[in-house]
Every structure is written in structure tokens, then in C-alpha cells.
């Protein structure tokens, strides 16, 4: 399992990875620029996580497979611009499994400080969602996440589901319904453009 | 006192995250949007105070009371949106009652942790003006803390007036009144339209 | 050594202060809004640094000094400002300075936590430039980081260099070494007008 779960990180990573790359390219940013804004959509939802929590050093500096990643991807992302645009379909979905698997690495982590359900909940949320909201602040949008379909919805989604499925099933059996329902949400969302009511 | 502090808390919670919540609309953001602003709206400036000083996990992950709050108080205002607006002077009241004593909880919670009265007077302005601001980083406005009458100056006000009121009573009862001084400025500044000068 | 690194930090500080009151009274900021963004723009890169390791209360908090030579510094601002844009060439000299030191003096704080040596330079560029970011954010700008000559690949370049010049000589000299990389570096490509492509 816990193997399993290092692979879709990784793949979750590389995704948020260049969905940032190709945002900051977008806004024609230099070199320096785009790695770094794909480094902050890719370990920012998780970096305000741990300082939350109080979990410091933060993460990406006590292991540093993730900046590792992260920079191979953007070098590849640059190199490989034309093509990848081709790819949006299987990056898209990458997106999705990331941030099911990032809603519960980071709802685990609340678990593992002893915080209560719906903290850890949010906590999950945060780790998923808040990348992309640092990307669009640096790149100064408004979060997409207040705006598109249903995206940081899905965690929070996913997250409950986590703790009610508890009853039904052992903890790693329930976090890979949640991932799914998380990755399945989201996907549906797009493909049926579902969004909540503007108010 | 402690439990008077508590419901004047809980008003200035409601008055920041109805706040929040009326600007998210304003933005035309979906229910979750509206949520997540109203949230850290109310909540952002103890959240940044906590971080600064570590003391983490941060209070809202302690103590559910303020999530609860904005929760129930974010669904009230969106279904009663109509009939809130004609509260605005209401509104206007308990946030400038919110600012002074959020103030004062932030400059307490800086004594607490043994830091120095300047800090103290500092932390208390974060906390009654910063979830304003990060409200205005989201949605992408400058934020209105640096535009508009007399608000985080109030702050800054009342509680270096704190620390002087300490050679003339007890701490409650310095506390009140620079509780006080805070709401009476701003209450002042916006009837009489006061700002600081622009250079 | 310690005394010259203090004055050289000094005057980085009081340059970084210059160029947020500059950047706030440009934007018609109120004087306190000037102070705030000053305040940002110096301490902002370090607190975040502080942030990321678990150093708190954050260093602006244990020692007064940094506050104290803000608040004068934009005291003086505003009465000079007339006088100051005259000194335009001197004020970049000291940005230049002030980025080279505070860059060594992060990479320092990351090397007295036990952080491996690429954390380090991360640590060290987030203090030489994120004040400059947050300060863009809080003026609602794409940060200038990402737009203009080399700047925080400056403080990369510096960083990296520090670590090789270890095997030649003594952690002081290196030190020395490194900063003035990083200030030849800034000086040179904003002279030259040298930037990293556009991706």
C-alpha cells in the first residue's frame, strides 16, 4: 500500500507541477519564474499545511524528492512545451488523482497530530487545493478555485466520505474508496461542467 | 469578564465573516467560495498572529467554536441576503466592536508568550486587520486596509493605549477601555470621514 | 566580522524599507499603509524564512532593531522624499548589498537548523527576495521577481557558489566571496540589462 500511495504522489506532483509550469508560461514569466510557481502549485497546499499544524521543518525540506520532481518536470515541461499540450487530457486526469491523494495525505497528517475529524477535513482540503490558490495570487487571478467546477468541493466531499466509511471498512480500504470519490467527483464536474450556484 | 469577552468575540466573529461573505458575493464567487472567504475572513488574522508566534497547532484547530460559528453564520446570510443588507449600520457596529477587541485578544496572547509590549501592540493590529487583508489579496483588490478611514491605525491606537491605562488601573478594566478607544475610532473615522493623509 | 556583517544588514534593511515606502507612496498608500508595506517589504523575506523552519517568535519579534531602523527609515522617507530619488544609484547599490547579505545571512539560519545544503539556498533566496514578493502582492502587481533582470537567480547563483567555495577557503571568506557574487551579479545585470529568457 504505502508504496502504491508514493507512486500517485509522485504522479500527483509532476501534474500540479505542470499545471504551474504552463500557467507561468502563459503569463510569460522567464526560466527562474516558471520553476518557482511550479514549485509553489505543486508543495504550497502541503507547505501551509505543516505551518498550520506546526509541523517544521516543512516537509519538502525534510525530503526532497519533491523538489527534485518538481524541477525535472519543469526542465521537461519547457522542453517539451509543444507536445505536452497534447497530453491535457492525461494530465487532467493526473490533476485529479493528485488531488485525491494530496486531500488525504493531508487529512492523515491532521490525524496524525490529533486533531479532531472535520479539522483534519479542512486539513485535507488545504493540501489539495491550496497550490493552485498561491499560483493564481502569484500570477495575480483570482483563485480559479472560487471560480470553476467543482474542485475544492470534492475534497471536502472526499474528506467526509473518509471518516463515515470508517464504519464500513478498515482505514486503508476507506482512504482508497475516498481517493477515488475525490478523483471521480472531479472528473465528472468537468466532463458534465457541474458547478456550484454563484450567489 | 471572561465570559462578557466570549459573546463579544463571537459577535465580532459573525460581523467579520458576514462581511466576508457579502464581498465574496459581491465577486459573483459559488457557495464554497463564499464559505471559504467568510472563513478566513474571520479567522486569518489569529491565524497569521498564532504562526508568528508558533503557537500551532493554530486556535481555530484547538477550539471549534469560531469554524462552527461562521459556518452557521455564512448559511444564515446567504439565505437572509436580502434583509441583511438593510442592517448594514448594525453590521458596521459590531465590526468596529470585533476590530477593538480581536485587538485586544491578539496584544493578550503576545503578553502570554512573553514578548515585548511593541510586539504585543503589533500582533493585536495583525490580528484585528489581517483576515480584512488577506480577504482583499483573494479576490484580488488592494487591500482596503491601506484606502480607506482610520482602521488598522485604530488598532495601533488602542493598544499602545493599553500599556499607558496599565499605570492608571488593573489590566480588565485597561482592557475595556482600550476596547473602547479602538470601536470609538473607528466609529468616529467613519462618520466624520477621517483618514490619514496620502503622500 | 560580526559587526560588519550587523552594518551591512542594517543597510540592506534601511534600503528594502526605502523601496517599500517608495513603491506604497507611488500606489497614493495613507501614511500607516506606507509604514506596513515598508515593514513587509524588509522583514518579509526572513519572517517567511522563520515561518518555514519553525523559528518562532520570528526573529523581528526577539529583536527590536530591525522595527525601530523601519519605522525611522520611512520617517525619513517621507519628510526626504523629494531628496531621496536623487540618491536613485545609492539606494540600488545598498538593494544590491542588502540582497547579498540577507541571502547569506538565510542560508546561514538554514545551516544552524541541520538543513542539507540545497534547502540552504532556498532558504537563503526566500530571504534576499520574498519581501519584494509580498510586497508586490499587497500592492496587487505580478511580482517583479518574476518580470525583471536577474534578481533572485542572483541570490541561487550566490548560494550555490557559497557551498563550492567551501572546499577553498574558510566559511568567513566564503561568505564575503558569495555576497559580493550576488551584488556583482545584481549590478551587472541590471547595467547590461541581462535577463533569463522568456519561456
Redesign the interface.
Known sequence: MFSILNIIELLGTIAFAISGAFS??Q????????L??AFITAIGGG?IRD????Y???SW?RN?HG?IVITITVVAA?IF?KYIKSFKVTLFLFDALGLGLFTLIGLQKGLD?G??P??CI?LGTITGSFGG?LRD???????L???KEIY??AC?IGGSAYFILLSFMNADWAKIVAISLVCSLRILAVRYDL?????
Chains 1, 2, 3 share one sequence.
Open positions: 507561468a508560461m503569463k510569460r514569466l522567464d526560466a527562474f519564474g516558471v518557482v510557481i507547505t505551518i498550520l499544524i506546526g517544521t521543518p516543512v525540506m526532497l523538489p519547457i512545451k497530530a486533531l479532531r472535520v479539522v479542512i490558490v495570487i502569484l500570477l495575480n487571478n483570482i483563485p478555485i472560487f471560480r475544492a468541493t471536502l458547478r456550484l450556484p454563484v450567489l
